[in-house]
Nanobody, 116 residues
Framework: QGHLVESGGVSVQAGKSLSLSCTAS????????MGWYRQAPGKQREFVAGTTRSGSTSYADSVKGRFTISRVNAKNTVYLQMNSLKPEDTAVYYC??????????WGQGTQVTVSS
């Protein structure tokens, strides 16, 4: 069974930048898409950004132009560069990876807090 480990969540002031990383390890084969989701207090988990193995990317409207997702396939690692952070970006950020087009893996989450 594979697992995902996120890192990089901290508390920052609005307008600052932050980078998250997530590495898949263990018994994992053929990771297809990787992405980031977030869940703010009292809200449902929502999609933030995603990338396919070929490098295609997609973003939630709320983060377009501010966040950039990237991936190193050889390291099974995905990154999320977050710029111009806003208080509404405060949430627990979860990494997701889809293995063999069917098995969805989730990380434990990392807290990002943006203060005004």
């Amino acid at each position: 069974q594979g697992h995902l480990v996120e890192s990089g969540g901290v508390s920052v002031q609005a307008g600052k930048s932050l980078s998250l990383s997530c590495t898949a390890s263990g018994n994992i084969f053929n990771i297809n898409s990787m992405g980031w989701y977030r869940q703010a207090p009292g809200k449902q988990r929502e999609f933030v950004a995603g990338t396919t193995r070929s490098g295609s990317t997609s973003y939630a409207d709320s983060v377009k132009g501010r966040f950039t997702i990237s991936r190193v396939n050889a390291k099974n690692t995905v990154y999320l560069q977050m710029n111009s952070l806003k208080p509404e970006d405060t949430a627990v950020y979860y990494c997701n990876a889809v293995e063999n087009y069917s098995n969805s893996l989730w990380g434990q989450g990392t807290q990002v807090t943006v203060s005004s």
